[in-house]
């Protein structure tokens, strides 16, 4: 998507544009973004969708042979995601997958320090959103207060929508119980 295109894209849904964006650089260092080494961020923007803040942004290839990569997030305020990464099965991951039920593990891969926390967050409902996805990204994480999806290759404006979407609906199959438990509380006296 060229810098114009988004930059459209983002006034027509009263978001914030940004070109380029310093202040997201290293912010995130999951998924692929740590294969590129120290990414400078081309473009970005920020706003929100059903009342939580997303953002995406167009990060350099830095040192990643395979390029760059777009960056698209829905943040919970509040939550401190323990690490966590979806990729499609029987692509090579480095860390070993986390089984969550038989016909799932066949389509997703599911990598997180804490099996336990991965079971609790991918329940059925997750699973049921994720089953018959075909991805054209390469990887969902968890890091900090967001999930994040990265795609590689030229990214278009529809794609970006899509993603959103699908992002905020696995936000929204995310157990209560599972989000409390990973619920920061504020600082005595905010």
Do not use: C
Request: aromatic fraction near 8%.
């Amino acid at each position: 998507m060229s810098s114009g295109e988004i930059e459209g894209w983002a006034s027509e849904r009263n978001m914030r544009y940004f070109a380029p964006w310093p202040a997201m650089r290293g912010i995130f260092r999951g998924g692929d973004l740590f294969d590129g080494g120290d990414r400078e961020v081309l473009s970005g923007w920020s706003g929100t969708l059903g009342k939580l803040p997303v953002l995406g942004f167009q990060a350099a290839p830095g040192t990643d042979a395979a390029g760059s990569i777009y960056v698209v997030a829905v943040r919970l305020p509040g939550i401190a995601f323990p690490p966590l990464t979806f990729m499609e099965s029987g692509l090579a991951g480095v860390d070993p997958a986390v089984p969550i039920d038989d016909l799932f593990d066949l389509h997703w891969s599911v990598t997180a320090r804490s099996s336990r926390f991965a079971k609790d967050l991918v329940g059925t409902a997750m699973q049921e959103v994720l089953i018959d996805i075909q991805p054209d990204f390469s990887k969902i994480w968890l890091e900090r207060d967001a999930i994040l999806l990265g795609a590689r290759g030229e990214v278009s404006a529809t794609a970006v929508e899509r993603y959103l979407h699908l992002l905020r609906r696995l936000v929204d199959t995310m157990p209560t119980r599972v989000l409390n438990a990973i619920r920061q509380t504020p600082a005595p006296g905010r």
